[in-house]
């Protein structure tokens, strides 16, 4: 059998007939300004016989709710400190401080319709034609830097709308 939460139905709770009632709530309902409100979502519902009650029950709920929220904001903290190790290690490459180990593209927003392009490689391993592929827009786009046998980094304007 169901679990009794409303008025006048039973409990059932560990085998508990008796029936649900419920306290007497002091205030008014707001909704009409800003539902729904903490009177009409407050439950008062209590059993008589076993002592179950709606309100801790909630707030049972309630707890175990905050504390997976706060895993969670520990884990997409420690997410973003490690995006943010990420990114600062690969502009350490970008402005030559640290040696590239293969070919890394960042990209960001530009304007509406174009996105920057940041790249690091190997000194000597990569051409115009070889990066073109890996970094073009849908429309295009064109390189703001220029790439030698030298060249370690490079700045590409993709041209997406």
């Known amino acids: 059998m169901d679990e009794g939460y409303s008025k006048g139905e039973t409990c059932n709770r560990d085998g508990c007939n008796g029936?649900?009632?419920?306290?007497?709530?002091?205030?008014g309902c707001s909704c009409h300004i800003n539902p729904p409100c903490s009177y009409c979502t407050t439950s008062t519902a209590y059993c008589p016989v076993c002592g179950w009650d709606a309100k801790e029950e909630q707030e049972e709920y309630d707890k175990i709710q905050y504390e997976n929220?706060?895993?969670?904001?520990?884990?997409?903290?420690?997410?973003?400190?490690?995006?943010?190790?990420?990114?600062?290690?690969f502009y350490q490459k970008y402005r030559g401080e640290i040696p590239a180990e293969k070919?890394?593209?960042?990209?960001?927003?530009?304007?509406h319709f174009s996105m920057k392009k940041f790249g690091v490689f190997p000194k000597g391993t990569e051409t115009y034609a070889s990066l073109i592929p890996k970094v073009q827009g849908t429309f295009g786009g064109r390189f703001t830097t220029d790439i030698d046998s030298e060249s370690y980094r490079f700045e590409y304007i993709a041209y997406t709308d």
């Open 103 to 111: 070919l890394e593209i960042r990209s960001e927003s530009h304007t």
């Open 69 to 89: 929220h706060k895993k969670n904001e520990d884990y997409y903290k420690k997410e973003r400190e490690d995006f943010a190790k990420a990114r600062e290690l």
């Open 19 to 27: 029936i649900i009632n419920e306290n007497y709530k002091e205030g």
